[in-house]
Structure formats: C-alpha cells, structure tokens
C-alpha cells in the first residue's frame, strides 16, 4: 500500500472509529489513530489504553484495509472494547507471572473477540 493510499484510508477512518466508539459508550474518551502501524506481525490493529485516562491510541496495519467491510468492523469494534477493560488489563499484566501471564492473555483475547462478534452486527459499516 502507498504512503498515499494509506493516509487517504485512515482519514476516512478517523470519523468512522469516532462514531463506533460514540455508540460504545466511549463519548468522552479521547481515540486517536496513530502511525506508524502495529509492529506486531500479523496484528491488523493494536491498541494501547492510556493508564488512568480515558484516552486510546490505535493503529491499523495495511492488512487491515484489505479485510471486508465486516472484518474491518469487527477489527475496530475490538479494539474499542479493550477500553472499556484497559484498566483492569494494565493492573492485571503488572501483577502476574509470565505464566499467568500468557494465560490471562490468551483468554482474554478470546473473551473480547467473542464480545466484539456480538456488538459488530450494530454497527455501521467502515466507509472505506
Ligand atoms: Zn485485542
């Protein structure tokens, strides 16, 4: 994907992410998408919750704009439900074990796809 392209995609996604995340009750969270995208290979977004704020930062990686328009949607709808956990899932990853760790993650990946799967369907579709 270009540089162009891509900047061109994430601009018509900034107001799309605001309006799913106004109707997932994150009204007076602050979303930003950020560059560059996820370095995680194979991720189509990341998400990080500012600690103590309501306030995220997410980014998209090119794979993600080659997904249908109902992957792309559950894809943000996923990443917006992590905010409603981000305190809960910073607090825990600072306390466990590796171990736990990795478990924790793991089941907890599954649980929010599971309730993105749920909360997608009444959502518009991405524009893009
Ligand atoms: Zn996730």
Aim: proline share 7%.
């Amino acid at each position: 994907m270009t540089e162009k392209k891509r900047l061109k995609a994430l601009a018509k996604l900034r107001p799309y992410v605001r309006e799913v995340a106004d109707r997932m009750k994150l009204r007076d969270w602050v979303v930003t998408i950020q560059e560059p995208p996820p370095d995680n290979e194979g991720s189509l977004a990341s998400m990080c919750a500012v600690e103590g704020r309501a306030r995220a930062n997410i980014r998209f990686s090119d794979d993600f704009f080659e997904l249908s328009p109902e992957n792309m949607r559950q894809t943000v709808v996923h990443e917006l439900v992590h905010c409603h956990f981000g305190s809960m899932h910073n607090g825990l990853c600072e306390v466990l074990d590796k171990g736990a760790h990795a478990f924790y993650l793991e089941t907890f990946e599954r649980g929010i796809d599971v309730t993105a799967d749920l909360i997608a369907p009444s959502m518009p579709l991405p524009p893009c």
